[in-house]
T-cell receptor, first 113, second 112 residues
Framework: QKEVEQDPGPLSVPEGAIVSLNCTYSNSAFQYFMWYRQYSRKGPELLMYTYSSGNKEDGRFTAQVDKSSKYISLFIRDSQPSDSATYLCAMSEVVAGTYKYIFGTGTRLKVLA | DGGITQSPKYLFRKEGQNVTLSCEQNLNHDAMYWYRQDPGQGLRLIYYSQIVNDFQKGDIAEGYSVSREKKESFPLTVTSAQKNPTAFYLC???????????FGDGTRLSIL
């Protein structure tokens, strides 16, 4: 079992829809939870991050962490064609000097005009 | 503007040749990282450095080498020992280890 699981998609939605992107994980020691957006032939761009559990909102984006279920989500409201990209979740921990920063394989999102 | 600069954008390697990928950051971050991204796979960690003159192997360090002589620079050498070097290479940095990372725009390496 992979430490982080992410549905690869592609996920196609009409413009203006609410998008829900999700990752599950198995390691309860993860401390930071990140969401990245990656356009083709570009590096990942850090969208949002959360330390421990809870929700965080930034404009049209909301990140949620449910540590009891080992599940994180990114919601995009009023989706735009410019949101079409691959979205990567990532999680990190440092325990007893051992460092881990694990990425999901990414979900491809297409927002149709 | 602060950021991470990777160069070149595209690189071609001949068989038996070593090549070096450049990564420079002006974010004043202590930690820097190198990843490899292959289609259908997540990012895989090659090497990371917490501080100048210190670096650690990641999950797939074989066939690669790094140096960290300056805080802002973390070059990656892909040696001839790396038998499958064709990939998209990404450099990242963070304030310190375990903090969220920021990425450059990558170098695409291909074999001639």
């Amino acid at each position: 079992q992979k430490e982080v699981e992410q549905d690869p998609g592609p996920l196609s939605v009409p413009e203006g829809a609410i998008v829900s992107l999700n990752c599950t994980y198995s390691n309860s020691a993860f401390q930071y939870f990140m969401w990245y957006r990656q356009y083709s032939r570009k590096g990942p761009e850090l969208l949002m991050y959360t330390y421990s559990s809870g929700n965080k909102e930034d404009g049209r984006f909301t990140a949620q962490v449910d540590k009891s279920s080992k599940y994180i989500s990114l919601f995009i409201r009023d989706s735009q064609p410019s949101d079409s990209a691959t979205y990567l979740c990532a999680m990190s921990e440092v325990v007893a000097g051992t460092y881990k920063y694990i990425f999901g394989t990414g979900t491809r999102l297409k927002v149709l005009a | 503007d602060g950021g991470i600069t990777q160069s070149p954008k595209y690189l071609f390697r001949k068989e038996g040749q070593n090549v070096t990928l450049s990564c420079e950051q002006n974010l004043n971050h202590d930690a820097m990282y190198w990843y490899r991204q292959d289609p259908g796979q997540g990012l895989r960690l090659i090497y990371y450095s917490q501080i100048v003159n210190d670096f650690q192997k990641g999950d797939i360090a074989e066939g690669y080498s790094v140096s960290r002589e300056k805080k802002e620079s973390f070059p990656l050498t892909v040696t001839s020992a790396q038998k499958n070097p064709t990939a998209f290479y990404l450099c990242a940095s963070s304030d310190y280890l375990n903090q969220p990372q920021h990425f450059g725009d990558g170098t695409r390496l291909s074999i001639l």
